[in-house]
T-cell receptor
Framework: AQSVTQLGSHVSVSEGALVLLRCNYS??????LFWYVQYPNQGLQLLLK??????LVKGINGFEAEFKKSETSFHLTKPSAHMSDAAEYFC???????????FGTGTRLTIIP | KAGVTQTPRYLIKTRGQQVTLSCSPI?????VSWYQQTPGQGLQFLFE???????NKGNFPGRFSGRQFSNSRSEMNVSTLELGDSALYLC??????????????FGPGTRLTVL
């Protein structure tokens, strides 16, 4: 069975600093990997996804993630944090032909002015 | 193009009652999935419908059921509500091209409170 682990339920960074949110997955078959963001009282918004091909994926709002098969990781980064990035971030995994998403427990990102 | 819409946005029920939640997918999307989000259990998959058929199901009791109509709109029903059913219920739709796992787009959710 597949699973996703997000290290750090809370992460705080200063405005302008690097954002790094960690995600590791467990899977016996090639995964499809996603990062979603959730703002208070809202649904989930897709930031980026990896299916096949280029392992460095660029998403919206300046975020990017790199798929590293050897490390079973898909960490999310942003070079310079903005106050509007404060939200909860979820990493998720699925597989070819299966729409079911398995989510990590989420990381709440706080931006310090 | 309009996004995924869910109605109602907020709902308060008492234990033992039943509830029906509605989801309208993005136009042209054929797959609809439902997720439950709680502080304790996080985001958990309930079920997925495609072409009016349940194609995938999570580990929830039979009190949770759903259906999909010919226009791809979906409803989920929870019978005999328990306090632990209080959650944000999220609906997501995708194209399902059949060639690869499509991106799921989420609605704003229905916040269910069981008293």
């Amino acid at each position: 069975a597949q699973s996703v682990t997000q290290l750090g339920s809370h992460v705080s960074v200063s405005e302008g600093a690097l954002v790094l949110l960690r995600c590791n997955y467990s899977s016996s078959v090639p995964p499809y990997l996603f990062w979603y963001v959730q703002y208070p009282n809202q649904g989930l918004q897709l930031l980026l996804k990896y299916t096949t091909g280029a392992t460095l994926v660029k998403g919206i709002n300046g975020f990017e993630a790199e798929f590293k098969k050897s490390e079973t990781s898909f960490h999310l980064t942003k070079p310079s944090a903005h106050m509007s990035d404060a939200a909860e971030y979820f990493c998720a995994v699925s597989f070819f032909g299966n729409e079911k998403l398995t989510f990590g427990t989420g990381t709440r990102l706080t931006i310090i002015p | 193009k309009a996004g995924v819409t869910q109605t109602p946005r907020y709902l308060i029920k008492t234990r033992g009652q039943q509830v029906t939640l509605s989801c309208s997918p993005i136009s042209g999307h054929r797959s609809v999935s439902w997720y439950q989000q709680t502080p304790g259990q996080g985001l958990q998959f309930l079920f997925e419908y495609f072409s009016e058929t349940q194609r995938n199901k999570g580990n929830f009791p039979g009190r949770f059921s759903g259906r999909q109509f010919s226009n791809s709109r979906s409803e989920m029903n929870v019978s005999t509500l328990e306090l632990g059913d209080s959650a944000l219920y999220l609906c997501a739709s995708s194209l399902y091209s059949g060639e690869e796992t499509d991106t799921q787009y989420f609605g704003p959710g229905t916040r269910l409170t069981v008293l």
